[in-house]
């Protein structure tokens, strides 16, 4: 069982920033592509960023593009998304994914790729 725990989120002002961490209990030997979603009420869930096992291949989203950056630590077993110049659209629950694979470089797109979820944590960011 892999159990992902999300951190960091919170009440921000409209142009503040946030760094989300997504801390995993992953199985040894596995590698995880890992992803950052969002969901508002009503809405679907859907990926706000990506990221390889070995970090060097990311995908986001055009609506945080040049704001948001993912990034990760296998040492710590620990997957980061820095938001900055947040917007009032951004407000919605984040949550932290992880697909596995065999690739170095591969960046699940798709909600549907993702094994694990974690819990979720709200984001809500004021105008």
């Known amino acids: 069982q892999v159990t992902l725990v999300e951190s960091g989120g919170g009440l921000v002002q409209a142009g503040g920033s946030l760094m989300l961490s997504c801390t995993t209990s992953?199985?040894?030997?596995?590698?995880?592509?890992m992803g950052w979603f969002r969901q508002t009420p009503g809405k679907e869930n859907n990926i706000v960023a990506g990221?390889?096992?070995?970090?060097?291949?990311?995908y986001y989203a055009d609506s945080v593009k040049g704001r948001f950056t993912i990034s990760r630590d296998n040492i710590k077993n620990t997957v980061y998304l820095q938001m900055n110049r947040l917007k009032p659209e951004d407000t919605a629950i984040y949550y932290c994914?992880?697909?596995?694979?065999?690739?170095?470089?591969?960046?699940?797109?798709?909600?549907?790729?993702?094994?694990?979820w974690g819990q979720g944590i709200q984001v809500t960011v004021s105008s």
């Open positions: 990221i390889s096992w070995s970090g060097d291949s990311t």
């Open positions: 994914a992880a697909a596995e694979t065999d690739t170095y470089y591969y960046v699940a797109q798709f909600r549907e790729q993702y094994n694990y």
């Open positions: 992953r199985r040894t030997g596995v590698m995880y592509a």
